[in-house]
């Protein structure tokens, strides 16, 4: 089980974090999703099959893209 921290900038109210957590929370593998719309941060907690990779696509396909 990894945990990884995402800024995400485009994250501006709890609304997103919401959306966010529904989409991001679906991927197979990701076991929880945390996110602060005030520090703009994600915090996925995940294992296999989930990966960085799949979290950071949806990000993108959502319209949060996580930066770099």
């Known amino acids: 089980m990894e945990t990884t ?6 994250i501006s109210c709890s609304h997103c974090v919401m959306t966010i957590k529904r989409e991001v929370g679906g991927i197979e593998g990701v076991l929880r999703v945390e996110g602060d719309a005030i520090k703009k941060e994600l915090i996925v907690e995940w294992s296999s099959p989930a990966s960085i990779e799949k979290i950071k696509e949806m990000l993108k396909a959502i319209d949060y ?3 770099p």
């Open 5 to 10: 921290k995402f800024f995400v900038p485009n």
């Open 65 to 67: 893209p996580a930066a």
